[in-house]
């Protein structure tokens, strides 16, 4: 590492989690520091072009990436972060892995499988599910239960979906137009949608196809797809020095640099920091170039002053995308539905834009 002498002094450098937020951070201080990145699975996956995986698995030839491949300079180490001491790491194998700096980028908490290799079969074992069914079960109404949905009534018009959402409305981390146009669209595909029910899932028998709503209802259906939110990946961090950085819904407290408030050289980014912003992946990449500078001035003793702010979005952009062509698009004074979106999000999923980001082809 000769480039790491010049330019980082041989700081230590370790990121946790390789979702959107850590990988990125990890490619950016690879060639400027001794960087580890630490996370479970062997592979960084991007994750809004997962459900077109399901029912196109070959798409995630290109979305599910192996760590290695962006990450030629660095230590990658397959494992669980188990606790955080004032200067190093352990993790769930036994390794101790001290810092200099360190980056906390766990997002939520995913049952993945440690290896690529099973993760693509996982796409397989899904999409050969949603074939063999003639009627399809979504729990869930928010972005991820939509865009399934609609990947779904447009590459298999034939089969039933039924769409059951506990809320009032489609996508309410969106507006009411955006929702409207969602419910229009997804009915002119004979999406079924049912609102204001839960479906108790703990107590289907196996092999059963009879779901029981909290309204008393009962749907048929040859499978299911849970689609509801997951918990911050954060548990683990009671435990730890920065358990009293942990607000009441398990979110790390930063600053305007993006640091732990109270931590001088412990930075977080991504869905487990307590912005007040919308959780979405552009912006956990914004997070990382910020925190990626931010680290470079530190360790090559810059003034701090100069380091970079992080502004939260109050009014990000948000796309949803309705199967391959069309697509729902909030703006901060403009809600479109159609093929515009459609074009700027659905065919490619930005998959080519990531993949350029982490510089690959």
């Not at 290896?115 to 079969?121: A, Q």
């Not at 305007?256 to 869905?271: Q, S, T």
């Not at 487990?272 to 990449?285: N, S, V, W």
């Not at 700027?344 to 510089?359: A, E, Q, W, Y």
Request: glycine letters at 10%; proline letters at 3%.
């Amino acid at each position: 590492m000769a480039g790491t002498q010049e330019t980082g002094n041989g700081k230590k450098v370790v990121v946790i989690g390789g979702g959107v937020a850590g990988s990125l951070a990890a490619k950016s201080l690879q060639f400027v520091s001794q960087l580890t990145l630490i996370d479970p699975k062997e592979y960084f996956e991007i994750p809004w072009a997962n459900l077109r995986a399901m029912v196109e698995p070959s798409f995630a030839e290109r979305s599910v990436i192996y760590h290695k491949d962006y990450l030629t300079n660095g230590n990658i180490v397959t494992s669980k972060a188990i606790n955080v001491k004032e200067n190093e790491v352990m993790t769930a194998d036994g390794r101790s892995i001290s810092y200099d700096y360190l980056v906390i980028a766990s997002g939520h908490k995913d049952l993945f499988p440690e290896s690529r290799t099973e993760r693509l079969k996982q796409y397989q074992s899904e999409n050969e599910k949603i074939k063999s069914s003639q009627s399809v079960l979504i729990v869930g109404g928010g972005p991820t239960g939509v865009e399934l949905a609609g990947e779904i009534a447009v590459d298999f018009p034939e089969k039933k979906v039924t769409l059951v959402h506990n809320g009032s409305r489609l996508l309410e981390v969106l507006g009411p137009k955006a929702a409207k146009k969602t419910l229009d669209w997804l009915t002119s595909k004979n999406v079924e949608v049912k609102f204001n029910q839960k479906v108790n899932l703990s107590n289907l028998a196996d092999g059963s196809k009879d779901y029981k709503t909290s309204a008393g209802e009962t749907i048929k259906a040859d499978s299911h797809f849970l689609c509801i939110g997951k918990p911050l990946a954060s548990e683990w961090l009671k435990e730890t020095v920065l358990r009293d950085s942990l607000d009441e819904f398990g979110r790390l407290a930063v600053d305007a640099n993006l640091r732990i408030k109270g931590c001088k050289n412990i930075f977080a980014i991504g869905d487990i920091t307590d912005l007040k912003e919308m959780k979405q992946g552009y912006l956990a990449q914004k997070h990382s170039a910020v925190v990626a500078n931010n680290i470079k001035i530190l360790m090559s003793g810059g003034n701090e002053g100069k380091m970079s702010i992080y502004e939260p979005t109050s009014k990000a952009i948000a796309i949803v995308t309705l199967g391959r062509c069309n697509g729902v698009a909030e703006f901060p004074f403009l809600t479109l539905s159609g093929f515009i979106p459609g074009l700027i999000k659905s065919k490619d999923l930005f998959v080519g834009k990531t993949r350029k980001l982490m510089g690959l082809n």
